[in-house]
Nanobody, 120 residues
Framework: QVQLVESGGGLVQAGGSLRLSCAAS????????MGWYRQAPGKQRELVAV????????YYGDSVKGRFTISRDNTKNTVNLQMNNLKSEDTGVYYC?????????????WGQGTQVTVSS
């Protein structure tokens, strides 16, 4: 089993910054990707940023491009999300996801989520 622990959420004013971290532990064989998703009240969960481990490729949701940066710490199986110039619409619960590859397929693991609230 894989455990994901998120940290760094909180309350910030519009225009401010936050840094989220997600630490993975447990039975980890081969990580395909790690990333962040978010869910605002009454809305579907959406992609924020994903980092692939093989080619270190990054993908960002359109609404966060140019403001958010995803990075990883290889030695600690940790992925970080630097969020700058935060807007009220960035408010939501941010979830970390790890996608692991096995010989016979893939498996997604999710963290418990961390609340980000941006006040205008």
């Amino acid at each position: 089993q894989v455990q994901l622990v998120e940290s760094g959420g909180g309350l910030v004013q519009a225009g401010g910054s936050l840094r989220l971290s997600c630490a993975a532990s447990g039975t980890i064989f081969k990580i395909n990707s790690m990333g962040w998703y978010r869910q605002a009240p009454g809305k579907q969960r959406e992609l924020v940023a994903v980092l692939t481990y093989g080619g270190s490729t990054t993908y960002y949701g359109d609404s966060v491009k140019g403001r958010f940066t995803i990075s990883r710490d290889n030695t600690k199986n940790t992925v970080n999300l630097q969020m700058n110039n935060l807007k009220s619409e960035d408010t939501g619960v941010y979830y970390c996801k790890l996608n692991q590859k096995f010989d016979n397929g893939w498996q997604d693991y999710w963290g418990q989520g961390t609340q980000v609230t941006v006040s205008s």
